[in-house]
């Protein structure tokens, strides 16, 4: 009778689920073997009070973020989502969250029409704040304005936590329109990470093979670490036709009351170009870096492409009596920068920071003008220019007192094509084993060939082969 009783119960149970379904067997099926594992979806068609299968998946991102926990997945079908998304939980380190496009298919999240907050931690259309372990991943991210004071951004990442990844993403048309106190006010950033907490850093940072482009910045940045942010890694991205700075490192800003500098990070594979502030409204001159480290430390800079940019690559703190230091810049390739310099290290001004331990080596520095400025509050020998290449515009610009300058190639290096700006060199060229070995040259060409081949070091960002 129990037997019985128990085949009766199990019976009656299969009946009532299968009376809430459109495919009794199978939507009982999906939601057992792919929601309750940790695999939800979301698409454009669905609905939020569905379980976020496959076949019944949520309609908003957000649904998703408000019920996801440690080693969850959610696969986001492609269209347009109009919508902020706010995480609510973090991962694990052996169980991240991650948000993604299902396979083939573009989600954008969509802000026109959203009114910016005045809060700047809530006012993204993907924030993250005290979060880790969380993977962003393949979203176009999109049409965020803001009129008024308050500072629209397409991916917000504050606070403290570890192990935030955005890999893959396009940010574009985030814009601040506002035509008030526009030197203090008008801002707006493509991804922004500000490590707030002085006790607790935003540890392990990858932004990674993102596009960043088409964004109305004002006194902002595409892409900014402000803050207490250690670890990073940004890397294989392709950042243009901004109207600031592309990618900063910032220190000193009062992000954090303690620990306010960004170090220990990379800064890597990059491809930045088209970055001036000539039409931007709030300049009157072209000042904007492609890469810039202000006030960050202990930041390697190594085999990025920048062109047409105002600044290629600058290391320098716009703070007084604060150091920017510990800054390596090696086989990077930076040509076209006309309007200030292909690189550039110092303080702008008197009232400006100090820069110390710059590492320029093994660089290829084509029609900069100059290729190098050395500003101010740098004269010292702990800077050290060598192994590079400083071809077409005048090589040097400013006080070179003091600094390590050696084993550089001023003359034509012999190219092997340099109207098609191929950088690579001819056998005959002078630059071939004319550099010196140093430990911090790298392992690495800007080809990710080995740094020396034959003889001896190659100037330049090519090793010839």
């Known amino acids: 009778m129990k037997k019985k009783k128990t085949f009766f119960l199990l019976v009656v149970f299969i009946i009532a689920i299968s009376a809430f379904s459109d495919n009794p067997g199978q939507a009982a099926d999906i939601k057992v073997s792919e929601s309750e594992n940790g695999v939800y979806y979301v698409a454009v068609d669905g609905n939020d009070n569905n379980p976020g299968t496959l076949k019944l998946p949520w309609r908003t991102i957000q649904k998703a973020a408000d019920n996801v926990s440690a080693g969850d997945v959610v696969y986001v079908r492609g269209g347009s989502y109009h919508e902020k998304v706010k995480m609510k939980a973090s991962g694990l380190a052996d169980g991240y969250i991650t948000f993604q496009n299902y396979e083939g298919e573009i989600p954008v999240i969509n802000g026109e029409g959203l009114v910016p907050a005045r ?135 009062g992000t954090a009351d303690s620990n306010d500098q960004v170090r220990d990070g990379i800064c890597s594979g990059n491809e930045v170009w088209n970055i001036s502030s000539v039409n931007n409204g709030v300049y009157e001159d072209a000042c904007a870096g492609g890469i810039y480290v202000d006030g960050g430390r202990n930041i390697l800079i190594e085999r990025n492409k920048i062109w047409n940019c105002d600044i290629g690559i600058e290391a320098a703190s716009e703070h007084k009596g604060r150091t920017t230091e510990i800054i390596t810049i090696r086989n990077n390739l930076v040509y076209g920068c006309k309007a200030v310099a292909g690189i550039a290290f110092g303080g702008y001004d008197r009232e400006r920071g100090n820069a110390e331990n710059i590492k320029i080596f093994n660089n290829t520095l084509y029609d900069n003008k100059p290729n190098i400025l050395i500003q101010q509050h740098c004269q010292s020998d702990t800077n050290v220019i060598k192994n590079n290449i400083l071809y077409k515009g005048t090589a040097f610009s400013g006080n070179v007192k003091n600094i390590a300058i050696s084993h550089n190639i001023t003359e034509d290096p012999k190219f092997v094509n340099e109207k098609e700006k191929d950088f690579h060199l001819l056998p005959i060229s002078p630059a071939i084993d004319a550099g010196v070995y140093d430990l911090l040259i790298g392992e690495f060409d800007l080809d990710n060939n080995a740094r020396i081949i034959g003889g001896g070091v190659d100037c330049g960002t090519y090793e010839s082969y």
């Open 119 to 253: 809060n700047d931690n809530e006012n993204a259309l993907i924030i993250m704040n005290n979060k880790s372990y969380i993977k962003i991943k393949g979203f176009h991210i999109t049409n965020f304005v803001s009129d008024n004071e308050y500072v629209p951004a397409g991916i917000r990442v504050t606070g403290s936590g570890t192990g935030i990844e955005i890999l893959d993403c396009k940010v574009y048309g985030i814009k601040t329109t506002y035509t008030g106190n526009i030197e203090d006010d008008r801002n707006a950033h493509g991804i922004a990470v500000y490590g707030t907490n002085g006790n607790k850093p935003l540890d392990n940072l990858i932004i990674d093979s993102c596009e960043i482009y088409d964004n109305i910045l004002g006194t902002s940045e595409a892409v900014v670490l402000n803050g207490n942010v250690v670890n990073f890694k940004v890397t294989n991205n392709k950042v243009h036709d901004n109207d600031n700075i592309g990618i900063d490192f910032i220190g000193f800003e």
